[in-house]
T-cell receptor, first 109, second 112 residues
Framework: SQTIHQWPATLVQPVGSPLSLECTVE??????LYWYRQAAGRGLQLLFY??????ISSEVPQNLSASRPQDRQFILSSKKLLLSDSGFYLC????????FGPGTRLTVL | GDSVTQMEGPVTLSEEAFLTINCTYT??????LFWYVQYPGEGLQLLLK?????DKGSNKGFEATYRKETTSFHLEKGSVQVSDSAVYFC???????????FGPGTRLSVLP
């Protein structure tokens, strides 16, 4: 069966520090992968999606970036975090429907 | 572009009450429709889905029917429980299952 992992589960970072969040999928090959952000009490904002290795589409201009170095690995990064980057980050993969990871709660202080 | 509209919450009900959360959509083609549920501090879980007009998705006592004529996919449950307290998201995907659009979410609180 397919599983999706995200780490870390929680993260507290100072403003201006770098960020790296990792997502890996098991049990499937060549999945479509997605990064979403969910601000407190809000809906989902699609940040990036990828249909293959090295193929990244950005939905929102921001100080975040994404990379897909391997088929089942999706990384969300930032060189310098802003206060507004705080939120709940969700990774997902799709095959007719979307399957979500457990999320990473990021607090930028 | 495609969009999903759902009733704003929060919705507060007493245990065993009837639940309806309205969802309407605009889309080209023939989208698939979904309801996801998010419990506090967790990711989203698929609750039910329907892939074509008049399909009824059901799971854990929840139901939703794909109504193409009214472009709706309302979520219903006959008797809610405290454990149903969560945020519910209506969503659609395009014909290819690549592009997903989510509604803003509806927070449900069920009181004992």
């Amino acid at each position: 069966s397919q599983t999706i992992h995200q780490w870390p589960a929680t993260l507290v970072q100072p403003v201006g520090s770098p960020l790296s969040l990792e997502c890996t999928v098991e049990g499937t090959s060549n999945p479509n992968l997605y990064w979403y952000r969910q601000a407190a009490g809000r809906g989902l904002q699609l940040l990036f999606y990828s249909v293959g290795i090295g193929q990244i589409s950005s939905e929102v201009p921001q100080n975040l970036s994404a990379s897909r170095p391997q088929d089942r690995q999706f990384i969300l990064s930032s060189k310098k975090l802003l206060l507004s980057d705080s939120g709940f980050y969700l990774c997902a993969w799709s095959h007719n429907e979307q399957f979500f990871g457990p999320g990473t709660r990021l607090t930028v202080l | 572009g495609d969009s999903v509209t759902q009733m704003e919450g929060p919705v507060t009900l007493s245990e065993e009450a009837f639940l309806t959360i309205n969802c309407t959509y605009t889309a080209t083609g023939y989208p698939s429709l979904f309801w996801y549920v998010q419990y506090p501090g967790e990711g989203l879980q698929l609750l039910l889905k329907a892939t074509k007009a008049d399909d009824k998705g059901s799971n854990k006592g929840f139901e939703a029917t794909y109504r193409k004529e009214t472009t709706s996919f309302h979520l219903e449950k006959g008797s809610v429980q405290v454990s149903d307290s969560a945020v519910y998201f209506c969503a659609l995907s395009d014909n290819y299952g690549q592009n997903f659009v989510f509604g803003p979410g509806t927070r449900l609180s069920v009181l004992p």
